[in-house]
């Protein structure tokens, strides 16, 4: 339940002496207050919603309408503003939402870095391949723009210009999709000699999306043409490489 409504709180007080008003009996003791009255939401003020110009005289505790002439002569002496603070709610609500999107774009920043960081890696993975590599591919259907086969493939052998990959099962195509990850390729003991076939150095860094804007879009995968693997259009997942077992 939302507890909503509105209040006031003093923001200025004078005696009639301060203001220099003309003796008068019924004003000995009385004190003069101007208060903020506000809205609140669960008992924060949100907004203000005017002034109370009053005056509490000696011995009572109710507050009374401010004569004109007196609320007159206090607006020429005496700037009354509004209190920020009768804003509480809108400002906690602003630094919220800022707090909030200034998180959001440092953990962007962190992303972008860490893309381009992996660009780069990815990079000098393909011109500088190992026969330990795991390439993660999608192979995308003939007739249909969004259909694809995922695959992952080891590079078998690489020269100058090219890497020959192999798969650990026979028909790339008839694979159920999803079927396989990069963690279960790398663990099991996959006989890596079926559907050889080499991809041009150049062509799989064409596969790299080197815009971070696009990374998130399927639509805006690099689409490459295999000539080798029956001029099938392949784009680029990832690249694991097989981390080398060193006895201490």
Do not use: C
């Not at 890696?121 to 993660?136: A, V």
């Amino acid at each position: 339940m939302i507890v909503f409504g509105h209040n006031n709180f003093k923001i200025k007080t004078f005696t009639p002496r301060e203001l220099n008003l003309p003796p008068d009996d019924s004003l000995k003791g009385a004190e003069i207050q101007i208060r903020q009255r506000y809205a609140h939401i669960f008992w924060i003020p949100f907004f203000p919603i005017g002034k109370i110009w009053g005056i509490k005289y000696e011995g009572s505790k109710d507050l009374y309408e401010l004569p004109d002439d007196i609320k007159l002569k206090i607006k020429q002496r005496h700037s009354i503003k509004t209190p920020w603070y009768s804003f509480s709610l809108l400002i906690l609500i602003f630094i919220g939402v800022s707090w909030f999107m200034a998180s959001e774009a440092i953990r962007e920043a962190r992303w972008e870095s860490d893309y381009y960081l992996e660009l780069a890696e990815n990079k000098m993975q393909i011109k500088y391949p190992t026969t330990g590599d795991f390439y993660s591919f999608n192979i995308h259907d003939e007739d249909d723009d969004y259909g694809y086969t995922p695959v992952i493939l080891k590079v078998k052998s690489y020269d100058d210009n090219s890497i020959e990959f192999v798969a650990g099962y026979e028909d790339l195509l008839a694979q159920e999709r999803y079927e396989h990850n990069m963690d279960d390729e790398m663990t099991n003991a996959y006989n890596y000699i079926y559907s050889p076939f080499k991809i041009k150095k150049e062509d799989l860094l064409k596969m790299l999306n080197t815009e971070y804007s696009k990374y998130s879009f399927t639509s805006a995968a690099n689409k490459v043409e295999v000539p080798e693997f029956y001029n099938r259009k392949f784009s680029f997942n990832k690249i694991e490489r097989q981390k080398l077992e060193i006895e201490e």
